[in-house]
């Protein structure tokens, strides 16, 4: 008595293929998985043994033997325990009337209960679009899973419960209805928006022009002025996110678990962690490795509250994922990589006491506490943020003013008009944005006149700049620039551009 039935496994975003070939003879009763099968794995024993014998079916007293085939790819978690049963099911002559050619192009996912239920597993999205690319015709699933399978059009999706109820669908005892695949609907969250912040101009200005350059960007401002709430709205003024990059994003939320029963994801994330959390939460990791906050903010934004208060170590291990766009874990058994291009956004107190160079409350802070202060933040990570902004309270006539302020779809047109801009100039260069500018393609793009040159000269003798805050300078230049659809960057663009530096005086 054999059988052979199909599976998909994850390791790290992408789907494996794997034939789960179940062998029952007479003997001493006897149940051994093999095929490089994980713990988890090998504790779907119980599962199976359970929910078969709680099914009403007998889990018979003989030699089991499951082989999960091809042997080189290592198999993880529970999703495979529907299709072992299934195998063992098959093998057992409790599935007769089954169309061969059909068992072919079908394959199981889903982690059993002990009482027979189909539970709901991580990473059906990936999963099923290996399938498709298989040319898997049907995907048999949990029943909660199925919004997520859904998102995939031409593939013949079956939910199911329980156990018994697969059992008849393949037996044709009962029919299940193979679900539609459901037409996206690109909606953005409209609960958010700008034209709910009043005054604040020049903060709104500056997260303009990081939506419009990808600039990574730091707000600082006194506790209550409003950093959060502006930092939220800049997912508002992103641009539309393609069908790829849903699919991409919603992959990797897939994998994560952290999608409930919505679907493809529509809007661009925004993750704001937690000073508190484990660095593992952050950049991804576990036994096996999930996708951290880094991944779970690709194609979105990473926002860090309170700076200063993230443990040095966190702080030190984003320089690479940001740099690189992307994370690798290394595990003995292989190595992980998932992605991670998000915008990088944080916010601090402009000083210990929080209130230098606010109007109303006085600043208690000694210019030495000052820098030192300033100085937790790593020079290397500040390295990769390209605007500063200082955020003061909001006076309170702006607060109160009737005037309408401008809506996040107007400040969207603008930097979906800047961001065709950079699109067409570097299509040739494999870049998207100003702030992937490289110091080569910042002389060849970022050129300015005597006037703009000689201010650049000033600014960095009098505010003392860095070295580094030249090359950030042109590059938020030539955004703003962007921004008035400008071939040359002007003198205003690079005077704007200064102002974006506020910081660096105060890190050594
Ligand atoms: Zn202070």
Known sequence: MFSKVKSIVLNGLDGNLVEIQTDIENGIPEFEIVGLPDASVREAKKRIEAAIKNSKMEFL????????????????????????????????????????????NTIFLGELSLDGKINRINGILPMCI?????????????????NEA????????????????????L???????????KEIIFSRNDNIDFAEVKG????????????????????????????????KRLVSILLDLTI???????????????????????????RMPHHTIPISTIIGGG???????????????????????F???????????????????????????????FMFVASMNPCPCGYYGDEEKECKCSEQEIHRYMNKISGPLLDRIDIQVEVKRPELRKIKSKEKPETSMQIRERVNVARDIQLQRYKKYGIYSNSELTTKMISEFCNLDVQSEELLQNAFKKLKLSVRAYEKILKVSRTIADLEEKDNIEFKHVAEAIQYRSIDKFIK
């Open 311 to 341: 443990s040095r170590n966190i702080l030190e291990s984003l320089r690479e994922p940001i740099e690189n766009k992307e994370v690798v874990i290394n595990r003995l058994n292989g190595n992980y990589r998932f992605p991670c291009n």
């Open 244 to 270: 790829e990059e849903a699919m991409e994003i919603t992959k990797i939320h897939s994998i994560s678990g952290e999608l409930k029963n919505d679907g493809l994801m529509t809007n661009r994330p925004f």
């Open 61 to 104: 007293n003989k030699k089991i033997l499951i082989n999960l085939a091809p042997a080189n790819i290592r198999k993880e978690g529970s999703c495979l325990d529907l299709a072992m049963a299934i195998g063992i099911l098959i093998a057992n002559r409790y599935i007769t009337n089954l169309d061969t050619n059909e068992l072919v």
């Open 287 to 309: 036994r096996i490795p999930k996708p951290g906050e880094i991944s779970l903010a690709h194609l979105g934004i990473l926002f860090l509250d309170e700076l200063t208060e």
């Open 130 to 146: 290996e399938a498709k690319n298989l040319g898997i015709k049907t995907v048999i699933l949990p029943n909660a899973n199925v």
């Open 150 to 169: 859904a998102v995939i059009s031409d593939l013949n999706i079956i939910p199911v419960n329980n156990l018994i109820e697969v059992k008849k669908y």
């Open 200 to 231: 604040q101009e020049n903060v709104k200005r500056a997260l303009e022009i990081a939506a419009a350059g990808g600039h990574n960007c730091l707000m600082i401002g006194c506790p209550g002025a409003g950093k959060t709430m502006m930092a």
């Open 171 to 181: 037996n044709k005892e009962i029919e299940i209805y193979s679900y539609q695949s």
